[in-house]
């Protein structure tokens, strides 16, 4: 079955840097990745959905990637701010438009 | 966009009874999700709940344990039924618009079981 994963590992970086997340599938290419941001005590939040077809989509300060050759979506956040600290979800649709997630890379903007 | 609320927020409960959280959305929505996030977890679909007709329920979670209601396109209950300290989790409702595949999620529900 299809699994997403995303680095368990937190990621510390200075305000001002750009951070890269990823997100790799493992089986078949699914229609469009979508990346979420999660507070802690919230629900996610839909930041971008990039499809299959597409290389890059920005929003922003964010810009996504679709490497279907590699199976990987890259998240970028430049001129990053403590405000961006969060985790930060991948996930892929299913039949029916369900999604499937992955678990998550914390995210830590240090001033 | 859609604005999605649910009752209540969090809730503290007895091992062996049940609880029915509510999810309102503020616009008529096609499709309803429940997800669990158990602590330190990333989101699990639980079920999409179908307007009118039984909700359609993914591998390991089953009806009598999950009961879910759908009487309208802007209403959703989940029953977590006889409960055990394992169930505690955040549950959360998602709805997906007529126009967009993106999928909004309400704030949560943080159950503890005792």
């Known amino acids: 079955s299809q699994k997403i994963e995303q680095n368990s590992e937190a990621l510390n970086i200075q305000e001002g840097k750009t951070a890269t997340l990823t997100c790799n599938y493992t089986?078949?290419?699914?229609?469009?990745l979508q990346w979420y941001r999660q507070d802690p005590g919230r629900g996610p939040v839909f930041l971008l959905l990039?499809?299959?077809?597409?290389k890059e989509k920005r929003k922003e300060r964010l810009k996504v990637t679709f490497d279907t050759t590699l199976k990987q979506s890259l998240f970028h956040i430049t001129a990053s701010q403590p405000a961006d600290s969060a985790t930060y979800l991948c996930?892929?649709?299913?039949?029916?438009?369900?999604?499937?997630f992955g678990g998550g890379t914390r995210l830590m903007v240090k001033p | 966009s859609a604005v999605i609320s649910q009752k209540p927020s969090r809730d503290i409960c007895q091992r062996g009874t049940s609880l029915t959280i509510q999810c309102q959305v503020d616009s008529q929505v096609t499709m309803m999700f429940w997800y669990r996030q158990q602590p330190g977890q990333s989101l699990t679909l639980i079920a999409t709940a179908n307007q009118g007709s039984e909700a359609t329920y993914e591998s390991g979670f089953v009806i009598d344990k999950f009961p879910i209601s759908r009487p309208n396109l802007t209403f959703s209950t989940l029953t977590v039924s006889n409960m055990s300290p394992e169930d505690s989790s955040i549950y959360l409702c998602?709805?997906?618009?007529?126009?967009?595949?993106?999928?909004?999620f309400g704030p949560g529900t943080r159950l503890t079981v005792l």
């Open positions: 996930a892929h649709n299913n039949a029916g438009n369900m999604l499937t």
């Open positions: 990039i499809r299959e077809n597409e």
């Open positions: 089986n078949y290419s699914p229609a469009y």
């Open positions: 998602s709805v997906e618009t007529w126009l967009a595949n993106e999928q909004f």
